[in-house]
Structure formats: C-alpha cells, structure tokens
C-alpha cells in the first residue's frame, strides 16, 4: 500500500524507502527479544547438561576410587559410608542430561554402587567371622587362666604366678573384639 502510495505520489519506485509504523517496530523489537532470550534459554541448558556430564564424570570418578579403596582396605567404614552417601546426594542433584552417554553413566553408576554394597556385605561377614575367631581364642586363653587358678589353688601366689597371669591378660587384650553377645560373657 505504502509502495502504491508512493508510485501515484512520485511516478516511479525509486527512493522508496518504508517506514512502519510504530506497532510493526514494537512487534519486531518484541519477537527479535523473544528469539534472543530462546536462544539463550537453550544455550543455558545445553551448557548445565554439559555441565551435568562433566560432574557426573567426575562423580563416578569418586565413586570408583571408594569403591577401590574399599577393596584394597577396609579402613574407615563409617567415613566411607558418609562418602558414599554424599556421592549418591551430589549424584540426585546434578539434574539430568540428554546424551548419548547418559544410558552408559547409569550402567557404570549402578555397577558401582552394587560393587561397593557387595564389598561392604563381605566386609562385615569377614568382621564377623574373625570376631567368632576372637571369641575362640578368647575363651582358649580363659580357660588357660581357669587352668593356672587350679593349679595355684592352695599355694601361695608367687610372682611368677601374677606374671603369667599378666602374660595372659594381655594377650586376651590384644586379641580383638569379639561378638556383642559373648563379650560381656568372656569377660
């Protein structure tokens, strides 16, 4: 219409130029804003999944070498749980990504906490195991003391006696831990 206008006004199309009005400026001015901030959106979210990779990255990173040094050492379990469950709390907030690698960081993510749930069970039935082997070499040594107590009944106690007495304690001391339930009992 303007181009018309102007073609009756001046007889030809040359030195045209249009000018639009103000609603067509704010609507331009309005989408071009629009697409900038979709674009931005976008980018924004690009880079957290970017940035959800690498932290994940190095989430299982941790979560391997707990679970190698687990393996290696029992060490500290209650330390190693604390870490394992902020590895886990960290894992739940780093969002979620769309990548062809995500499927693979799960798979290794879930096999890791499985492994380290598998060594901590066999951890504590080993625990277990040399608590009951405590327990036994606890009661040998009780008995040994029950053994020098008959002996010496009736006589006067030497040093001798008190030494190897002594001799026995402290190895029933050095010995370890035995089952909850028993220890009260052997000693």
């Not at 073609?7 to 331009?28: I, K, L, N, R």
């Not at 001015?29 to 900038?36: D, E, G, N, P």
């Not at 394992?84 to 096999?111: C, M, R, V």
């Amino acid at each position: 219409d303007a181009l018309s206008a102007y073609v009756a006004e001046s007889g030809s199309e040359e030195g045209f130029q249009y000018t639009p009005d103000e609603t067509s400026t704010q609507y331009e001015a309005l989408y071009k804003q629009i697409k900038s901030d979709k674009n931005t959106f976008f980018q924004n979210l690009d880079k957290a999944k970017d940035d959800n990779f690498s932290a994940k990255t190095d989430l299982l990173r941790r979560l391997r070498e707990l679970v190698e040094s687990d393996e290696a050492n029992a060490g500290d379990d209650k330390a190693s749980w604390n870490e394992f469950k902020k590895i886990q709390d960290e894992w739940k907030a780093a969002g979620n990504l769309n990548s062809p690698h995500n499927a693979t960081l799960w798979a290794t993510y879930h096999a890791l906490v499985d492994r380290y749930y598998s060594n901590r069970n066999i951890y504590f039935e080993l625990k277990e195991l040399d608590r009951k082997k405590n327990a036994g070499l606890k009661a040998d040594i009780i008995e040994k003391v029950e053994a020098l107590a008959q002996r010496s009944e009736g006589q006067e106690i030497t040093k001798k006696i008190i030494d190897e007495a002594n001799a026995l304690f402290e190895e029933y001391k050095h010995i370890g831990p035995a089952p909850k339930a028993e220890q009260e009992v052997l000693w």
